[in-house]
Structure formats: C-alpha cells, structure tokens
C-alpha cells in the first residue's frame, strides 16, 4: 500500500511541476480604418464688388466734397491717403480714399 501511495504522490508532485497551459491566443488585430478620401470644396466666385463700389467709380479724380451721403453709414467709410485706419477687411463696406493734401478722391474699394 505504501508503494501505491508513493507512486501516487509523485504523480501529484509531477503534475503540479507541469508547466503553465500557453496564453491564448492574440486577438486579430482590427484593421487600421482609412480616411475616406474627401472631395476638395468647390470654389466659387468671390462677388468683387459685394458693397457696389463700381457705382461710385465716377468720384475717382473729383473733390471729396462731391461724395454723396450714405443710406447705411456702417457700411461705408472716407479715409485720408496718409490717415491711419484698421486693417479689418469687409467685404460689404466701401472704403473711398482721398488725398490728404488735395482732397480729391484716389480711389474707391470694397473692404
């Protein structure tokens, strides 16, 4: 009996020796999602003269006494050629620049 349990404790001891079961398994890695390739926007045509500043065209080379009053003042402003003035650009507004020393009207934009 004593050679019976013998026999059976080394085969204990030997199976708590085994070694460890293998890790599973890596998952499959997910594949990597590509960017769909996007469509460049469509460029459309800028409205150059969004504020009507072709209309005032004429004033170009007259005194800046002959520029008439505006029905929306926020949407128009009168520079001096060397007055200082913001750099903000809108597209809506007429700007209309006159000579500092001669008064008369050198251009007139949008912006």
Do not use: H, W
Request: aromatic fraction near 4%; charged fraction near 20%.
């Amino acid at each position: 009996m004593m050679k019976k349990s013998l026999a059976l404790l080394s085969l204990l001891a030997l199976a708590a020796c085994s070694t460890t079961p293998p890790p599973p398994p890596a998952p499959n890695p997910q594949p990597v999602a590509r960017p769909t390739p996007q469509k460049p926007p469509e460029f459309k045509p800028v409205d150059a003269d969004r504020c009507e500043a072709k209309a005032l065209q004429y004033l170009v080379g007259k005194p800046r006494t002959d520029i008439p009053v505006p029905l929306e003042p926020s949407k128009r402003r009168v520079l001096c050629s060397t007055c200082a003035a913001t750099m903000d650009f809108n597209p809506e507004r007429q700007t209309i620049v006159f000579d500092t020393d001669t008064g008369i009207i050198k251009s007139v934009n949008c912006g």
